[in-house]
């Protein structure tokens, strides 16, 4: 996976070179869902003052490492380790040499959200340090597209079902029963909801409730059904909806918000995925053949 500037570079603020950094942003779990706070940080010699979190702090190492205190002992952190530290632990961390800095990308997730799935309401992780380089990907790079863009489906897509894949590899949690009676049946309903509200899609919380099923039911059932996760299936429907819109003359950001994407930007993203090519070049290319 690439690795992005704000992750490992030094900022440059007003022409200095600052090598220490950190930014908070926030997605929310769904139209009207709870918030999941997320921070990319990249420090040289800060040290953290003994705290605490409401929610499971989880992290990725992306660069350097770094040591914290935690439960009575000291863990270590390398390029690819994912750290667990569970709701109301004490900790601390700093840079674990005195040259080498740290950088990482972490989230504050409740414990609802990775009890999702499974029989206990909080799982317990025996060991913080988590060894599993393609989860450790995998989250890395929802934070990243996540902080970029913040998509309230996409988010709540994503996160959870992450986050509960953690739970089920590395807790002493007891995973629920994966089959989901009318699969089928289900997803067609869930993909009919989000194709007519795709400007505003509904809570994928509030679907799986009305359902009677749990979120990560949900999720399970649609990607088996679909090929695909929810927001996945979303945007390749709005991308077949922007293009008729720009084959009728619309300007990219005209079809954007016509279809419910954040922005152009979100937009081309999704293009380029999907038909290779940007909006504008997609339009171009269509207004150029109806010349001849």
Same mark, same amino acid.
């Given at each position: ?5 704000? @992750? ?13 950094? $950190? /930014?908070?942003?926030?997605? /929310? ?7 999941? @706070? ?8 800060? !040290?953290?003052?003994?705290? *605490? ?29 994912? !750290? ?14 005195? *040259? ?11 414990? %609802? ?7 206990? $309401? ?7 340090? !988590? @060894? ?5 990907? $995998? ?11 913040? #998509?309230?489906?996409?988010?709540? *897509? ?12 590395? %807790? ?18 869930? /993909? #009919? ?14 679907? $799986? ?15 088996? *059904? ?12 709005? !991308? ?6 720009? #084959? ?14 954040? #922005? ?29």
């Amino acid at each position: 996976m690439e690795t992005g500037p704000a @992750d490992v570079a030094p900022l440059a603020q007003g022409g200095a070179i600052v090598a220490e950094h $950190a /930014r908070w942003t926030r997605a /929310r779990l769904g139209r009207c869902g709870p918030p999941v @706070d997320m921070l990319t940080a990249r420090f040289d010699k800060h !040290v953290y003052a003994p705290h *605490t979190h409401a929610e499971f702090s989880i992290g990725v190492c992306v660069a350097g490492s770094e040591v914290i205190a935690y439960r009575g002992g000291h863990i270590r952190t390398g390029p690819g380790s994912i !750290v667990v530290l569970a709701p109301g632990e004490m900790h601390t961390g700093g840079p674990a040499t005195p *040259t080498d800095g740290y950088a990482y990308r972490a989230l504050y997730a409740g414990p %609802s959200l990775l009890a999702d799935g499974m029989l206990e $309401a909080v799982p317990h992780f025996r060991d913080p340090v !988590v @060894d599993d380089p393609e989860l450790a990907a $995998a989250l890395r790079l929802a934070h990243t597209e996540l902080a970029a863009c913040p #998509d309230p489906l996409e988010a709540e *897509t994503r996160l959870p079902w992450l986050l509960t894949e953690l739970s089920r590899r590395h %807790s002493t949690a007891r995973a629920a029963r994966d089959e989901v009676p009318g699969a089928h049946g289900i997803s067609l309903l869930v /993909r #009919d909801r989000l194709a007519d509200e795709l400007t505003a899609p509904p809570a994928l919380a509030d679907l $799986a409730a009305d359902l009677g099923l749990s979120r990560y039911q949900l999720l399970r059932a649609f990607r088996t *059904t679909m090929g695909v996760p929810p927001y996945a299936w979303l945007a390749q429907y709005r !991308v077949t909806r922007a293009r008729a819109l720009l #084959d009728s003359g619309l300007r990219p950001a005209e079809a954007a918000t016509l279809v419910g994407f954040a #922005d152009q930007a979100h937009m081309t993203r999704w293009f380029r995925r999907v038909l290779g090519v940007t909006p504008a070049a997609y339009r171009n290319s269509v207004q150029d053949a109806e010349r001849y």
